[in-house]
Nanobody, 120 residues
Framework: QVQLVESGGGLVQAGGSLLLSCAPS????????MGWYRQAPGKQRDLVAT???????NYAESVKGRFTCSRDNNKNTVYLQMNSLKPEDTAVYYC??????????????WGKGTLVTVSS
């Protein structure tokens, strides 16, 4: 059973930064595209960023220039560096992993999520 464990969420003021981490139970090299999604209260889950096995990244328009997704095979971890945070970034952030590739593949595995709250 594949598990994805997120960490790094919390409360931050607008304009601040947070670093989210995702550590899978298996080797990160066994996955194709990995990424981050978020779900705000009362809204659907949306893509935030994905990163392919070849380290090509894809971002939602709302986070371009502020968020950076990276993948460290040596540390077996995927990261989401979030800068210049806004109150509208408040959501539960989920790590996801696909067996396939490409910028927006079907995600086969999901973490339980970590809450990010941005105060104004």
């Amino acid at each position: 059973q594949v598990q994805l464990v997120e960490s790094g969420g919390g409360l931050v003021q607008a304009g601040g930064s947070l670093l989210l981490s995702c550590a899978p139970s298996g080797s990160i090299a066994s996955f194709g595209t990995m990424g981050w999604y978020r779900q705000a209260p009362g809204k659907q889950r949306d893509l935030v960023a994905t990163i392919t096995r070849g380290a090509n990244t894809n971002y939602a328009e709302s986070v371009k220039g502020r968020f950076t997704c990276s993948r460290d095979n040596n540390k077996n971890t995927v990261y989401l560096q979030m800068n210049s945070l806004k109150p509208e970034d408040t959501a539960v952030y989920y790590c996801a992993a696909s067996k396939g590739g490409g910028p927006r593949p079907y995600m086969d595995y999901w973490g339980k999520g970590t809450l990010v709250t941005v105060s104004s």
